[in-house]
């Protein structure tokens, strides 16, 4: 069996971490088996390097090693691609076709981004990995393939059988077992040493001398999050190559081609309780504003009303001292220093309705949206009791009742309008 040293220098595998180390280690002990390998890891970590490990130390390594990208494929043809199909199968089969799986027969196939397989690939590869058995596309003939499936994914398989995006039994049986490489931002001591790697072989793709970074570029380099990992850091490591002048990189031209780096430090994510004044929509915005509207008319309506059946109007005042700060600000009711200026504001006629009030009315939208244009106060309880009294059929005790007024009030009304 190889060490891990010989592995790591045998296949380019840059980097001492111990978590790593770890995982090539298993690669080294699952290769001689015919065990399911799930590999796993964010995007950009080197995943593609394990399967090529498990097969070259395998007894399957001379004979095929085919890698598909399942992300890659359409949905309507990754199937045919993986099985195969027959003539006349779809539109387009001209010919019977083999599949992936028929062409690694004996070797390894490795299947790259399998949480992105549509449910219907996931169930024909389920039947491959219990027994062996696949069907072509069109074709009603069971077939037998000999293949060793290793597996990789950056997806949290969890949350994708949560969300039934993928299968759990069909996670179980790649899952045999599970290696997965850590991030680049957890290999500190690894990053430095990628990117002179990187910075090396650049220059002799290039022929030009080596860049080379300062003590406070390469400070920014280990506190980067790199959240595309090694690609990413690849990607860097080339365009300062190709593109800066001079060969020593200060922090300053680093920072140039490290995007948002101002924005690295981390952050508390979860759900969190939403507070009882938190609102979700705008529709919850604008039920409490209604609501609040409403209230504050109640207590105009209240206040209009109090205010017609009392003549004192001090009386009224002191009595409602608190209503009338709740309706008008603290500043506002400052202003209101006697019982006749409120009544002035109010605008309100001995014996009117409630309605006749400009406050009521400065309102009325939510009671009357059919109503466009503001009527004056007096059209206003014009029609009202033009209304009631048609309601009533010219009974005025009913219609002084529905107004909120008394008769005697309602019949001097009527004289006053000649109705």
């Keep these: ?83 195969g199909h027959e003539k006349g199968a779809f539109t387009g089969a001209s010919s019977t076709r083999s599949g992936y799986f028929e062409e690694a027969d004996g070797g390894t196939i490795f299947l790259d981004e399998v949480g992105e397989l549509p449910l219907p690939t996931q169930v024909r590869l389920l039947r491959v990995l ?67 790697k990187f910075a090396s072989d650049f220059a002799n793709k290039y022929k030009m001398p080596t860049i080379r970074l300062d003590d406070d570029a390469v400070s920014t380099l280990l506190k980067f999050r790199w959240s595309g990992n090694i690609r990413q850091l690849r990607n860097v490591a080339e365009q300062i190559s190709v593109l800066e002048q001079t060969r020593q990189i200060s922090v300053e031209k680093l920072r140039a081609y490290l995007p948002d780096a101002g924005s690295n430090l981390p952050a508390v994510v979860g759900q969190t309780k939403k507070s009882e004044s938190d609102f979700s929509s705008e529709r919850e915005i604008l039920y409490k504003v209604l609501f609040d509207m409403k209230s504050d008319l109640n207590d105009l309506k209240k206040l209009t009303l109090e205010l017609m059946e009392n003549g004192n109007n001090a009386t009224v005042k002191e009595e409602n001292k608190s209503l009338i700060k709740k309706i008008y600000s603290e500043e506002d009711s400052d202003a209101y220093e006697s019982a006749e200026d409120i009544t002035e504001v109010l605008q309100l006629p001995e014996d009117s309705v409630v309605s006749n009030t400009p406050m009521a009315d400065k309102y009325h939208f939510a009671e009357d949206v059919e109503e466009e244009e503001t009527l004056s106060l007096q059209e206003k309880e014009l029609e009202l009791i033009e209304k009631s009294l048609e309601r009533h059929s010219g009974k005025r005790k009913a219609a002084a009742k529905e107004l909120g007024i008394s008769e005697r009030t309602l019949y001097r009304k009527i004289k006053q309008y000649d109705l």
Excluded: W
Aim: positive net charge; aromatic residues 6%.
């Design 1 to 83: 069996m190889e060490s891990v040293h010989a592995i790591k220098q045998r296949f380019g595998i840059i980097g001492d971490d111990p978590k790593l180390n770890r995982s090539i280690e298993k690669a080294i002990q699952v290769a001689p088996t015919d065990i399911s390998v799930l590999v796993t890891g964010e995007s950009g970590v080197g995943k593609e390097s394990i399967p090529r490990i498990i097969h070259s130390l395998s007894h399957r390594k001379h004979n095929k090693y085919i890698a598909v990208n399942c992300g890659a494929i359409p949905e309507g043809t990754i199937d045919s691609e993986l099985f």
């Design 130 to 196: 219990e027994n062996g058995e696949f069907l072509k596309v069109g074709s009603s003939k069971t077939q037998k393939t000999d293949v060793r499936i290793v597996a990789a994914t950056n997806v949290k398989m969890f949350d994708a059988i949560q969300k039934e995006r993928f299968r759990e039994d069909l996670y179980y049986r790649l899952s045999t077992v599970e290696i997965n490489l850590p991030p680049l931002r957890d290999r500190k001591n690894d990053i430095h040493l990628l990117f002179r």
